[in-house]
């Protein structure tokens, strides 16, 4: 576990990957105001109780979680976490029936729903909930102190800060992806804080965006075409990791799924 404290009572949880073929760990923020704390993100089971543990360590416990996307590797912590409000997107539904067995949809439901931007006031932070299809139709923003943004999984970064391929499904998700990354573009003054990875900012956050933005229209110019890894990152001046997650993307689009 790399802990890093990116600003006053702003403390960033970076875990190395479970899986030896994956490049991409796993993170948790906290959001700390006196002896309490908000956590963005659960990753699994044991990153949750490390995290747990280091804050009960200090005195601090856990007040309120908020889930970006409810995909696995950021909601299966809330098992093992202490029984708080969970913040979430209203679409959360829509995900878990994707990808999580029904028996297990009872851990991850959230307690407060959030279906338009919702502000938190916690101490003395400020935490904004931006709901912002994208990688997922669930996918949340959260504006932490008009500093830092947390993206989930927008963009994806290995633990070393390499970019990793977009991980789009269709057609219609690459316009969902595009329309979430140009509200990310408003935010370059921002710290981003990726749901995989460390902070990003500056020049290296620009070229990030250009990048993917040049993958995924490259994906939306073939149409229903056959095309190539090597033609859809053409316009790209980067090695994106995770290349083999393209088999799935062209494959759905060159059928037409929406």
């Not at 995290?51 to 299966?76: C, R, Y």
Request: proline share 5%; aromatic share 8%; net charge negative.
């Amino acid at each position: 576990m790399l802990k890093t404290e990116l600003a006053p009572g702003i403390v960033h949880y970076m875990f190395p990957p479970s899986k030896i073929e994956n490049y991409y760990g796993y993170n948790i923020v906290a959001v700390i105001h006196e002896d309490k704390a908000i956590l963005i993100d659960a990753a699994f089971e044991e990153e949750a109780r490390q995290v747990s543990e280091d804050l009960s360590a200090n005195g601090i416990t856990i007040d309120k979680i908020i889930i970006s996307h409810f995909h696995d590797d950021h909601m299966e912590g809330l098992k093992v976490l202490p029984k708080v409000p969970v913040y979430g997107s209203s679409r959360f539904q829509e995900t878990l029936d994707l990808w999580t067995e029904k028996n297990e949809h009872q851990y991850f439901v959230p307690t407060v729903s959030i279906e338009k931007p919702t502000t938190i006031e916690f101490g003395r932070h400020t935490l904004e909930i931006i709901p912002s299809p994208g990688h997922s139709v669930c996918t949340v923003l959260i504006n932490i102190n008009g500093q830092f943004l947390h993206v989930a999984d927008e963009i994806i970064l290995s633990n070393d800060g390499r970019p990793i391929l977009p991980s789009i499904e269709s057609r219609d998700n690459i316009k969902q992806q595009l329309e979430s990354w140009s509200k990310i573009e408003r935010y370059y003054s921002f710290t981003i804080l990726p749901g995989h990875g460390p902070a990003l900012e500056g020049d290296a956050l620009h070229t990030d965006m250009q990048n993917r933005r040049a993958f995924a229209e490259a994906i939306l110019a073939a149409g229903n075409g056959p095309i190539t890894y090597g033609e859809a990152v053409k316009d790209c001046n980067c090695t994106f990791l995770h290349s083999n997650w393209f088999d799935h993307l062209a494959e759905g689009v060159k059928n037409g799924n929406n």
